[in-house]
């Protein structure tokens, strides 16, 4: 595929490769997705509930003659849901897709129960009317109809399953939304020369003459997307163990499904996966599954990688740090805390791009983390659709799959979003916030996470409220594009001041909030560099110096990687033509609060001085000190500091040699706070 180059303003221009992009395991994982016991009581709060909670599928497929010329898409199968009832009701309903499923018969128990299967909804009348907290199980047998679907697929030799984000209700009926988490205990018959995976640990496999028979269960409960059969003819297998942290006598198995020609790559894989698996433990709380796996898949997978639970799906020979790094990062973020809503997702994505930076780290330092997030802001900023991170019709209606996996913002900028929270908080206190979220067992380890509980979770673990950030970058679109200005005032004596104003200009917010870092150079000795709150639009900062500043820097190490803009010194010119005569113009707009703008004109170059009085005439403040070239100019000023009232501003231009007084006028202007 050919390469396309994003042009990225920020605050100096560079140039991004798509490539670059093509080769991470986010832009992989991006590609796959957009083609194609009683848990409530203790979910995070804003979690959906719903009139029952599934508690188990207990599920039985007979696959053998799919893996048999001519390779049919049609099995047999049987579904046993066990459920609690969380509120009153006498039948249930299930997502199953009218065109992938035949539903034969329902039953509860040795009842034969009453069902319709239209508009892909099963709708199963229960024999009475059930009360909160009884709990049931009633199972459906079924058929897979001879279609592709784009979540069962086949060929030569092949199946497998790939369900995000509602592909479950194509294989097997059942509650087909993320906040329900359910454990699976699969069983699944195929020929005795194919291998087949599924999630949680292998409790038995029973051979049978031809045949052979793969019973998975689950521990841990999952979101029905994340359930997967990975299955093939000849089917190589590799099992390594990584020892406990807690226990290193005991120890958590990795299993390696590949075809054949990838042992190389395998081998390489399985030495990183043993120091991945440390790493992110440590950073995020013990692995918290039974078995962790990868199965590589056929052509019929192109996509890079999906996170399923304990048995991640990849493209062939998709073996790359990135790509895996990405999906085993979901194992934590997406898997053990899977997203209460699809509005949520970027709990998932975002989180997953951000660890292919935070692997990135552990073997190149922060340079090799920063190169990373400095790409996703680039894949952000090059195709930033408008749209924020969290859309709260996404909880309700499913959005379409190219928006809901929008990598821009779904995968880019959730991760640009985590890097500006830990520059803001610090490296320590983010790496606590996020491992507090992620052992959290109270709320969220091994349940769902919606958007708002996290923000109060790292409120609390962070000891701050930092709602005002999370507002303005996940629940608001788009970044902010700077016109900032700086200009240095000899105050004489050796004495220096160093003006700054932080000014936005986009219009969809009109204003982040942000601490900006500005660095100082000078004429002698160390350079300076600090953090202030720009909390306001055309916010003004002075500093003072005993020595000559040379050079000025706006946030000099990009830690604002998803921003746009400029900082400039002197003034923003308004038009190109030299005036005629000196000029100071009213300001605008007149009363003001606390912003004004004030227009002057220039005839030929000067020392320009604007300064700011009270009505009596007493120097309050030198609001510019520059030399300046014959033109026209524009600047804000912000009397934030200042009092209602009336005041006096004065413009004075000298001639920059002889330091003759060229032009002196002064305008009233009135402060209404």
């Known amino acids: 595929m050919k390469n396309i180059f994003f042009t990225l303003l920020i605050l100096v221009s560079s140039q991004l490769s798509f490539s670059q992009l093509e080769n991470s395991g986010s832009y992989s994982c991006h590609e796959k997705k957009i083609n194609q016991n009683n848990l409530f009581e203790k979910d995070s709060p804003n979690t959906p509930r719903h009139s029952y909670d599934v508690m188990n599928y207990e599920l039985r497929f007979d696959l053998y003659n799919c893996f048999l010329t001519p390779f049919p898409r049609t099995y047999s199968a049987s579904n046993k849901i066990k459920f609690r009832v969380d509120s009153t009701l006498n039948s249930i309903s299930l997502n199953a897709v009218n065109t ?9 128990n040795t009842t034969t129960l009453v069902f319709t299967h239209t508009s892909n909804i099963l709708n199963v009348t229960l024999d009475r009317v059930y009360n909160p907290a009884e709990t049931l199980s009633v199972k459906i047998y079924f058929r897979h109809n001879a279609i592709a679907d784009a979540a069962f697929y086949v060929s030569g030799g092949f199946v497998f399953t790939d369900f995000p984000p509602e592909g479950a209700r194509k294989v097997f009926p059942c509650w087909d939304r993320p906040f329900d988490k359910a454990t699976i205990d699969l069983t699944a018959k195929v020929p005795l020369t194919a291998r087949l995976g599924s999630n949680g640990r292998l409790n038995d496999s029973l051979v049978t003459g031809d045949t052979i028979y793969y019973h998975w269960i689950s521990r841990d409960p999952m979101a029905t997307y994340l359930v997967v059969m990975s299955a093939k003819i000849g089917y190589k297998l590799d099992i390594i163990k990584w020892p406990k942290i807690s226990n290193p006598s005991d120890s958590i198995p990795i299993r390696f499904y590949y075809n054949a020609g990838e042992e190389s790559n395998v081998s390489n894989a399985k030495i ?50 990135g790509l895996l790094a990405h999906e ?15 509005a949520d997702v970027w709990l998932n994505e975002g989180f997953a791009t951000h660890l292919e930076a935070t692997w990135a780290e552990l073997g190149g330092g922060y340079a090799a983390y920063k190169s990373k997030i400095l790409t996703h802001a680039g894949g952000y900023l090059g195709q930033n659709p408008g749209f924020p991170i969290y859309n709260p019709s996404w909880a309700i209606v499913t959005p379409p799959i190219n928006t809901l996996y929008n990598y821009a913002i779904t995968y880019c900028k959730g991760s640009t979003v985590l890097h500006m929270l830990r520059y803001i908080v610090g490296d320590s206190l983010y790496s606590n916030a996020l491992k507090s979220y992620a052992t959290d067992t109270t709320d969220f380890k091994h349940k769902n996470a919606a958007t708002q509980d996290f923000v109060t979770k790292m409120n609390t673990v962070l000891g701050q409220d930092y709602t005002w950030f999370f507002n303005q970058w996940v629940y608001q679109p788009n970044h902010p594009i700077y016109a900032n200005l700086y200009w240095f005032t000899d105050l004489g004596g050796g004495n220096w001041r160093v003006n700054f104003t932080a000014r936005q200009t986009q219009t969809n917010p009109p204003f982040f909030k942000m601490p900006v870092t500005l660095k100082i150079t000078f004429a002698s000795g160390p350079d300076t560099t600090f953090r202030v709150m720009n909390d306001t639009n055309n916010q003004q900062f002075v500093f003072n110096f005993n020595r000559q500043p040379l050079t000025f820097a706006f946030d000099p190490n990009n830690d604002i990687v998803i921003k746009q803009g400029t900082t400039t010194i002197g003034l923003e010119t308004t038009n190109n033509e030299v005036p005629k005569q000196f000029g100071l113009y009213q300001n605008y707009p007149n009363p003001f609060n ?17 300064k700011f009085y009270d009505i009596q005439g007493r120097e309050l403040n030198e609001i510019f000190s520059q030399f300046v070239s014959a033109g026209s100019y524009s600047t804000d000023f912000n009397f934030y500091n200042y009092s209602s009232g009336t005041y006096i501003y004065k413009l004075e231009a000298y001639e920059p040699k002889s330091n003759e007084l060229l032009f002196s006028h002064a305008k009233k202007l009135i402060l209404i706070k």
Not at 290 to 309: C, I, V
């Open 328 to 342: 085993f990062g979901h194992q934590w973020f997406g898997d053990m805390i899977a997203p209460a809503t699809w």
């Open 100 to 108: 992938s499923l035949t539903i034969d018969s329902v039953r509860l």
């Open 272 to 321: 990183f996966m043993l120091t991945m698996t440390t790493y992110f433990s440590n950073k995020f709380g013990e692995y918290p599954f039974e078995k962790a796996g990868f199965a590589t898949l056929n052509g019929q997978f192109p996509w890079g990688g999906m996170e399923n639970q304990t048995l991640i799906s990849l493209t062939p020979n998709g073996w790359s740090e």
């Open 594 to 610: 606390p912003t004004t703008n004030i227009k002057f004109d220039v005839a030929k170059n000067s020392y320009v001085r604007i």
